[in-house]
């Protein structure tokens, strides 16, 4: 697992979590925010599949974004974007 971060315009933060060991297919992937989903190659693992339902809910409260990518195989990442809500003034 590698986490990256980078500013973009100076005012977004992009963090990214890049998942090297297995990908989710396409077909899952749209489920993967669902809460108590949990993909095929998830379950040898424990859990309950709430984990990304709740980033994501963090996420949208802050009005940020979140993104994943996957190439079903091999690599799974997940981008969230935290926007500044802070304005800079002129004095």
């Known amino acids: ?35 108590f989903f949990r993909g095929s190659n998830s379950r040898r693992e424990e859990g309950f599949g709430l984990g990304l339902a709740t980033v994501r809910s ?14 079903e195989e091999t690599v799974f990442s997940i981008y969230i974007n935290l926007k500044s809500r802070r304005e800079t003034s002129g004095g």
């Open 58 to 71: 963090i996420i949208n409260s802050h009005g940020w974004e979140i993104e994943v990518q996957s190439n």
């Open 1 to 35: 697992m590698r986490l990256e971060t980078e500013i973009l315009d100076g005012r977004v933060i992009c963090i990214a979590v890049i998942n090297s060991g297995s990908g989710i297919s396409a077909e899952e992937l749209s489920y993967i925010f669902e809460p």
